[in-house]
């Protein structure tokens, strides 16, 4: 064995920031849930005991809080004066759950993560999967918290607008079922758009079709939502005018089967609207900060559910537009293009 040392201590060096960003994400959800980062966000620079009076946390905690955040980057830390500011872009980040980029949802994902390794272990060592309903609950509300952010910031002003006669189809007032909807986050936004039509969002796991209930009357749209469990192969319901997957065909034991269903619920001039994450078509081109990321969920949560269901494809998170494509044509679509993306999501529109 011949050592490198110049790489052997990148390596150590790559290892301790990572060990850095993985010990301080439960203190990302502790401020989240504590509301540390929301008694920060716009208040300028704060001593620990001014934040601790805040948010009505222990002082000695808070400042420890505070210290690891500064050695994080996350807050500025003035020696001079011994405050702790919450910069506005990391407010944003941090703090704001309607600006397009918060993240607090991805580190209660984590957290679910790590909650759920014996399963995992279990899983990988027997060849079993992992249910989507045999995780830890924070996993549920985590995902539409993360997912919501972009959502909110993408789908009504450029997804919908991306798919060729679905806005038109939206606004006269279309019948729209929203398949895997979790707790309902892109059935809420859409319905809030579009009042002339009717949503109907469907899931298999029964509590995160409650919790979308009540979102729905929360935000005022339970005169044109419904949400039914129901899964993506069996769901009710015929000549659908626009059906959308977001973030779960992937997810399913059985996504040929599902394409086939949602080709036989839709009429002639239906509109199958998937989105997936970001993902080119090599694994060597998905070796980049957000293909860790997915791939990374993709090994715990998303391969594992697939593989808990009937027929257990595995897709997985990194796709990409290749494979994508084959399980539309296997489903019976004749046409598949990508209509847009972001830096985290592909949206696909299929039709007959
Ligand atoms: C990553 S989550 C996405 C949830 C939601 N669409 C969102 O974007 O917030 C995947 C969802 O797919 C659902 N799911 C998995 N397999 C399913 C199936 N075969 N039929 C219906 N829903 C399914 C899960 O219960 C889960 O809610």
């Known amino acids: ?12 060096g790559k290892m301790v920031a990572d060990m850095g960003a993985a010990i301080s994400a439960p203190l990302v959800r502790l401020g989240d849930r504590l509301g540390l980062y929301k008694q920060m966000a716009g208040a300028g620079p704060l001593s620990a005991e001014q934040l601790a009076e805040r948010s009505g946390v222990l002082e000695r905690y808070v400042r420890e809080w505070l210290n690891a955040q500064a050695a994080s980057g996350y807050v500025d830390y003035d020696p001079a004066t011994e405050r702790y500011t919450l910069g506005d872009e990391a407010a944003m980040v941090l703090a704001d759950e309607r600006s397009p980029v918060f993240m607090g949802g991805a580190f209660d994902i984590m ?21 989507w309903h045999e995780h830890d609950k924070c996993l549920f509300s985590g995902t539409e918290r993360f997912f919501r952010s972009g959502y909110n910031a993408h789908l009504v002003p450029e997804w919908i607008p991306a798919i060729e006669g679905a806005r038109e189809k939206l606004e006269a007032g279309a019948r729209v079922a929203d398949v895997g909807c ?34 729905a009357a929360e935000a005022g749209v339970g005169d044109r939502v419904e949400f039914q469990v129901a899964g993506a192969k069996d769901y009710p319901g015929r000549d659908y005018d626009l059906v959308t997957f977001f973030d ?25 609207m998937l989105v997936e994450p970001f993902a080119h078509d ?25 593989l808990a269901q009937e027929v257990g ?40």
Request: charge should be negative; hydrophobic fraction near 40%; include cysteine.
């Open 111 to 131: 957290s679910a993560a790590f909650a759920d390794q014996d399963k995992l272990l279990d899983a990988f060592r027997h060849g079993r999967g992992l249910g």
């Open 313 to 352: 494809l595995g897709l997985g998170a990194q796709a990409g537009e290749r494979r994508l494509r084959q399980v539309a044509t296997e489903g019976g679509f004749g046409r598949f293009h990508r209509a847009t993306e972001t830096p985290f999501n592909m949206v696909f529109e299929a039709r007959a």
């Open 1 to 12: 064995m011949t050592i490198d040392q110049a790489r052997l201590e990148a390596f150590v």
């Open 282 to 306: 090599s694994v060597a081109d998905n070796l980049n900060p957000v293909g860790r990321i997915y791939y990374s969920a993709s090994t715990m949560i998303c391969t594992p559910c697939s």
């Open 182 to 215: 979790g707790f309902g986050a892109s059935t809420i936004v859409m319905a809030k758009a579009w009042p002339n039509s009717r949503f109907i969002g469907f899931d298999y796991h029964e509590p995160s079709i409650a919790a979308a209930r009540e979102r």
């Open 248 to 272: 779960c065909l992937h997810d399913m034991g059985d996504p040929v089967g599902a394409a086939r269903h949602v080709r036989e619920s839709i009429d002639d001039d239906g509109i199958w």
